[in-house]
């Protein structure tokens, strides 16, 4: 019997890969550091309702994404989202709606990943600090100085700088993941009481502080009573301000987004900061995936790509694909 193939990261390269090894016959077992699948797709539950902190969207453009997207549909955890679109720019909000087909996770971001996890073998809570090759299998460490194994092949589908040290197997790979920088982004919810009185749905803004906001109840399938919103940094403010205090995150983007959305804004009932530290690529990359394909390690993520969701679905495809044809 052949060893299983590892998979470390639930988020949507991780699941994308897995899914592509699985339906060619393959065992999998991923691990994830996390509670839940997702990563940088994950929601937070709040007695506000649930809010997409990390992507707020996606779009799909390459042939095969858009047949995944259409996939999702079918299985209820994809809808499209048609938001009332905004833009800031040279002191003014103005609408700015286009044609752009925009997708989100129903009823929350995460749905997507939970959809995709189904009956994989998911070891949650696992962080893996080393992956190391013996005579014939891989076997991984984790935090607690757990073994996990034997495993034919490994594929490391977390954040550039988290694959790093994950990489130290195959230097080649590990120098090429050392030299891409992710930058940080700032998010930042807020639930109202009573609904702003404002048109706006979703806006990208083009100077300041903020990056993005967007009605997060007006996405499909987000019940509840108050009036959420999610409100993004620039990489830039985000950087500047990676230290400060959730407390200062929270005031200083809700004064922003206060002064642009041009309607009274109350004190909001709720309010929510989080950081992350690698939210994007700091430029895009064509490279698919990485692989050693003799030693049998890849790794994939947004970072091999466009930084996008929709770059991530496709490197993990790259990386179980590569696998695949190294095997035959
Ligand atoms: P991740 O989602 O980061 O998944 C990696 C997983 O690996 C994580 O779950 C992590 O916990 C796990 N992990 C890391 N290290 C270890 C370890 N040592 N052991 C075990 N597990 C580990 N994209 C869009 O297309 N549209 C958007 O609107 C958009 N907005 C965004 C807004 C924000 C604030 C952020 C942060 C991102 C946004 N993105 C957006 C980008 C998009 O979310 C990412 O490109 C995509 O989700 C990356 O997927 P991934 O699988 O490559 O990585
Ligand atoms: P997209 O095509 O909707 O947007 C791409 C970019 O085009 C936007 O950032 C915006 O600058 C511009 N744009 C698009 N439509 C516009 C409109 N109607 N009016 C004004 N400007 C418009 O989506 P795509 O290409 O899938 O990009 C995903 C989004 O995710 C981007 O907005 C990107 O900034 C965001 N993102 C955010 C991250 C973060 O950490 N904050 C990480 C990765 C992506």
Redesign the pocket.
């Known amino acids: 019997m052949t060893a299983p193939i590892a998979i470390i990261g639930a988020g949507i390269a991780g699941l994308s890969a897995a899914h592509v090894l699985n339906a060619a016959g393959h065992e999998v077992h991923l691990f994830e550091k996390s509670r839940g699948s997702g990563g940088r797709m994950a929601s937070k539950r709040s007695d506000f309702g649930s809010l997409d902190l990390g ?2 969207y ?2 799909a453009r390459d042939r095969r994404f858009i047949d995944a997207v259409s996939q999702w549909r079918i299985q209820g955890c994809v809808a499209e989202w048609d938001p009332a ?1 905004y ?1 800031y720019r040279s002191g003014a909000l103005t609408p ?3 044609e ?1 087909p ?1 997708w989100v996770g129903i009823p929350r971001m995460s749905a997507i990943t939970r959809a995709m996890v189904g009956d994989l073998p998911v070891s949650f809570g696992c962080r893996i600090t080393e992956a190391f090759r013996g005579p014939q299998h891989w076997s991984l460490q984790d935090a607690d100085g757990h073994n996990h194994g034997p495993f034919s092949h490994v594929i490391i589908a977390t954040p550039a700088p988290q694959a790093t040290p994950l990489l130290a197997t195959a230097p080649k790979l590990a120098a090429v993941a050392a030299g891409v920088v992710m ?1 940080p ?1 700032w998010s930042v919810a807020l639930a109202f009481k009573t609904p702003l009185d404002t048109p706006v749905e979703a806006c ?1 803004v083009q100077e300041g502080e903020l ?2 906001f967007a009605r997060n109840r007006c996405k499909p399938g987000r019940e509840t009573d108050y009036d959420t919103w999610v409100l ?1 940094g620039t ?1 830039a403010w985000s950087r500047e301000h990676l230290d400060a205090s959730k407390e200062q995150v929270i005031e200083q983007l809700h004064g922003a987004f206060a002064e642009l959305i041009g309607c009274a804004v109350p004190e909001p009932a709720f309010t929510l900061a989080h950081r ?1 530290l690698y ?2 690529p700091a430029q895009g990359h064509q490279w698919g995936a990485l692989a050693d394909a003799d030693l049998g390690i890849y790794a994939c993520g947004d970072w091999c790509g466009t ?2 969701v ?1 770059g991530a679905w496709l490197s993990g495809f790259d990386a179980a694909s590569r696998l695949l044809d190294h095997l035959e």
Do not use: K, N, V
Request: aromatic share 16%; charged share 30%; no cysteine.
């Open positions: 992507a707020q996606f779009t679109l833009q700015s709606q286009d752009q925009r930058d982004t990208f990056d993005w993004h990489s992350w939210a994007r930084g996008r929709e």
